[in-house]
């Protein structure tokens, strides 16, 4: 099947800085991926659709501005977490839609641990 | 809806019982649903899904039954195995400006052996 990977999938890092996590289609483009953030024991919350070659889309809540989305070619989305701070640490997880596969088909990533210290 | 703020309930169940996992969704225009199977410290792996048009479908030792009166779905695992102990999630597909998916509330499956 499809293969989804982020990298990297675990990152420690102090609370000011930025951390940018990658999101890539091996097999397969895709124009639209998407990233959620998870907490523990909690579900996954979507944040936002990724568009290749446009703007993210955000869903409400989610601050654009910190969140920066970058999905500057068929298989590579970027997310930058700016000014990271501890509330910050949670487990992000991307997917992508695989257009051969229809409109809802979407693989998702392994997901990258954020602790921010 | 988004399943926010919540722990997740636990179902335990014996090894080689049947297991019964259920989930309330909230949007009437989803039009597709799917499971996912989540172990720890990964990704959420695709299990089974339905249309909207269907009320069953299914796979190998898995069933989803799709209720939209009630707007309840559920996923039948047979034989439960340790290997099948995992967080498990409903989602559905939205259809608004685009098609996104949401997840719902989770419930994390414990094998007795």
């Known amino acids: 099947g499809a293969v989804v990977s982020q990298h990297p999938s675990r990152v420690i890092c102090k609370s000011g800085t930025s951390v940018k996590i990658e999101c890539r289609s091996l097999?397969?483009?895709?124009?639209?991926m998407f990233w959620y953030r998870q907490f523990p024991k909690q579900s996954l919350m979507l944040m936002a659709t990724?568009?290749?070659?446009?703007?993210?889309?955000?869903e409400q809540g989610v601050e654009k501005d910190k969140f920066l989305i970058n999905h500057a070619s068929l298989t590579l989305s970027t997310l930058t977490v700016t000014s990271a701070h501890p509330e910050d640490s949670s487990f992000y997880i991307c997917?992508?839609?695989?257009?051969?596969?229809?409109?809802?088909?979407?693989?998702f990533g392994p997901g990258t641990r954020l602790l921010v210290l | 809806g988004e399943n926010v703020g919540l722990h997740l309930p636990t179902l335990s169940v014996q090894e080689g019982d049947n297991s019964i996992i259920n989930c309330a969704y909230s949007?009437?225009?989803?039009?597709?649903f799917i499971w996912y199977k989540q172990e720890s410290g990964k990704g959420p792996q695709f299990i089974i899904d339905?249309?909207?048009?269907?009320d069953k479908r299914q796979g190998q030792r898995v069933t989803v039954l799709l209720n939209k009166t009630v707007k309840h779905l559920s996923l039948q695992i047979a034989a439960t195995q340790p290997g099948d102990s995992a967080v498990y999630f409903c989602?559905?597909?939205?259809?608004?400006?685009?098609?996104?998916?949401?997840f719902g509330s989770g419930t994390r499956l414990s094998i007795r052996p």
């Open positions: 339905i249309r909207s048009n269907m």
């Open positions: 990724s568009n290749e070659g446009s703007k993210a889309t955000y």
């Open positions: 949007n009437s225009a989803s039009d597709y």
């Open positions: 097999d397969f483009q895709a124009t639209t």
């Open positions: 989602a559905e597909n939205i259809w608004s400006s685009a098609s996104k998916i949401i």
């Open positions: 997917s992508a839609r695989d257009p051969a596969g229809g409109r809802e088909t979407q693989y």
